[in-house]
């Protein structure tokens, strides 16, 4: 009824031409889909911009929060804090979470654009990038994302259970941490090179009972790398950092864990002594070339090949993400096409063209880089691109029912969604489940208990 009110009185006000009234009368209705960092950012944001709108926040898992809850380590309580502020944006009048519902799986996009005016993907990056050498299925070989979402509790990996008992030894692609006796960190750059902050370098270093070897060798700086260190202050400290680490003593203790970071080394096979498990891999010696005209330099193969032997691999390369039906893609990159947030699907030879009512955020946007608070300022550019679009007037004409809509559609197809209520009855469960044993939590890690404590 109301909104047979807003019609009409949109075709009066638009014969007379006075759209910003006409923006004030009318809600417009957001569906936001992933309730990661950048999709409450957006989220946030949208509501502060505009009194005007209603935003539905979608998201496959019970739980919200993202990577905050399943990507950042558990003993970083402090990083966490955010959740707060995100619960805050959850449980705002104008503002709906819907768990337990896929885009992809659940609804499509487009039946969600013929449902919003607006629908904002933030949906993350939940698949990994690929080594794309021999063996790299052998059994014992995980990627970050399934090792991080095990030790985390995710419920796609709760029952990954990687073999860390018959393990003495686990080598990591890219660089970064554990628990068997012997890890090696491996990584194709220098020391020099490595893409980790000095804080995440420190709190590795500074693991008790683990003795840290590094070969000096690889310590020595070429021009360019001094030309590069020059550059960056943060490089720079974690290189002094390595530099430190490979010169002093080594602990003489017995019964130590050892952490060698071998640099200057890419996979070139896996390899397997019973034909299923891996049991090493096969590594080429790399030295680094500039890469054109683009200063950046990549790590070559010099045809000198080495092993190493292991029982568990860890690949740490990069997450990507995944395409949905209906959406522009761009799978060498893994991201989204875009144009400051606003999606834009080209067709190779002619000129982009923009997806209306359609933005993209997050790690979907930009890639699988950056801390949390990247995504505030990747939300700020995303959302004003939206807000510039609404004063352009571009919503105006459209008459879709929003949250309404979307009820409709979960009823239509018999599928039952988590309510932020239903998030918060798992919160109290897993807080209470973790007093008892001295924690602040203790996670429900199955598909079906999660459902089951959200509906108790
Ligand atoms: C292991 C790890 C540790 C990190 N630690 C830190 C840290 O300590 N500090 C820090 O500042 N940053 C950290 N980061 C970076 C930070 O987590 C990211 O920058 C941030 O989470 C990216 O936000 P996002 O919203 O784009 O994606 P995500 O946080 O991944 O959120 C995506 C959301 O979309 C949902 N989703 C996925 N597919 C669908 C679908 N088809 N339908 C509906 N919903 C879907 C997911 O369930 C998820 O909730 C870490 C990252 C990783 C990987
Ligand atoms: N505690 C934290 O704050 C925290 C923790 C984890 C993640 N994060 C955030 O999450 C983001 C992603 O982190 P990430 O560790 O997944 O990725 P990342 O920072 O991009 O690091 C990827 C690493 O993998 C290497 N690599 C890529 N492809 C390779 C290949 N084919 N062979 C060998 N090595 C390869 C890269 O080496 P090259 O440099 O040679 O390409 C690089 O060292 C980061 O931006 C970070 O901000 C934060
Ligand atoms: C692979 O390892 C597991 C134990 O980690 C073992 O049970 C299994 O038999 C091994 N596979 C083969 C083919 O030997
Ligand atoms: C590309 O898109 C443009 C504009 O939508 C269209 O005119 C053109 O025919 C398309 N070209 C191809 C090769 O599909
Ligand atoms: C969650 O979604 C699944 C699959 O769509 C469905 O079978 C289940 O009933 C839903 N459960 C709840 C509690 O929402």
Request: contains cysteine; charged residues 25%; proline residues 5%.
């Amino acid at each position: 009824m109301r909104r047979l009110l807003f019609h009409h009185a949109r075709n009066l006000l638009s014969s007379t031409k006075d759209l910003s009234s006409l923006q004030s009368l009318r809600l417009l209705h957001v569906c936001i889909i992933g309730s990661g960092p950048a999709g409450f950012y957006t989220a946030e944001k949208m509501l502060k911009a505009d009194d005007k709108v209603e935003i539905d926040i979608l998201d496959r898992l019970p739980t919200p929060f993202g990577l905050v809850r399943s990507g950042v380590a558990p003993d970083h309580p402090e990083t966490k804090i955010v959740v707060n502020q995100f619960t805050r944006v959850a449980t705002n009048e104008r503002c709906s979470f819907y768990g337990n519902v896929s885009l992809g799986n659940s609804v499509s996009l487009p039946e969600l654009r013929q449902i919003y005016d607006i629908v904002v993907l933030a949906y993350g990056a939940e698949s990994d990038r690929s080594l794309g050498v021999l063996g790299e299925d052998l059994r014992g070989i995980y990627s970050a994302r399934e090792f991080v979402w095990w030790y985390n509790g995710h419920p796609d990996c709760y029952n990954l259970e990687p073999d860390l008992k018959h393990t003495d030894t686990a080598v990591i692609f890219g660089q970064v941490a554990l628990e068997p006796l012997k890890v090696y960190l491996v990584g194709r750059r220098g020391p020099a090179q490595a893409a980790c902050t000095t804080k995440e370098l420190r709190e590795i270093l500074g693991i008790k009972n683990v003795n840290v070897h590094i070969q000096e060798a690889d310590l020595v700086k070429s021009p360019a790398d001094e030309e590069g260190l020059k550059n960056t202050r943060i490089q720079r400290r974690v290189y002094e950092l390595f530099a430190k680490a490979a010169t002093s003593a080594p602990h003489p203790a017995v019964d130590q864990r050892e952490l060698h970071f071998v640099f200057f080394r890419k996979p070139e096979r896996f390899l397997s002594s019973d034909g299923c498990n891996v049991s090493g891999v096969r590594l080429e010696k790399t030295c680094l070339k500039e890469n054109g005209g683009s200063g950046r330099q990549v790590a070559v193969g010099t045809g000198e090949f080495e092993n190493l032997n292991c029982g568990l691999v860890l690949k740490s390369i990069g997450y990507k993400s995944l395409p949905v039906n209906g959406l522009p893609f761009d799978s060498q990159r893994g991201i989204v096409p875009n144009v400051k947030g606003r999606v834009v699907s080209s067709n190779q030879t002619e000129h982009e063209k923009v997806e209306h009512g359609l933005y993209v955020v997050g790690w979907l946007k930009r890639g699988p880089t950056g801390i949390i608070g990247t995504n505030l300022y990747c939300a700020a550019e995303t959302v004003m691109s939206i807000l510039e679009d609404v004063h352009k007037g571009e919503y105006v004409q459209s008459s879709k029912p929003g949250r309404e809509g979307l009820l409709h559609l979960l009823k239509d197809k018999n599928l039952r969604f988590v309510p932020f209520g239903g998030w918060e009855k798992i919160d109290c469960k897993e807080k209470m489940k973790g007093q008892l044993q001295n924690r602040p939590r203790d996670k429900i890690t199955s598909w079906e208990e999660l459902l089951k404590a959200a509906n108790e």
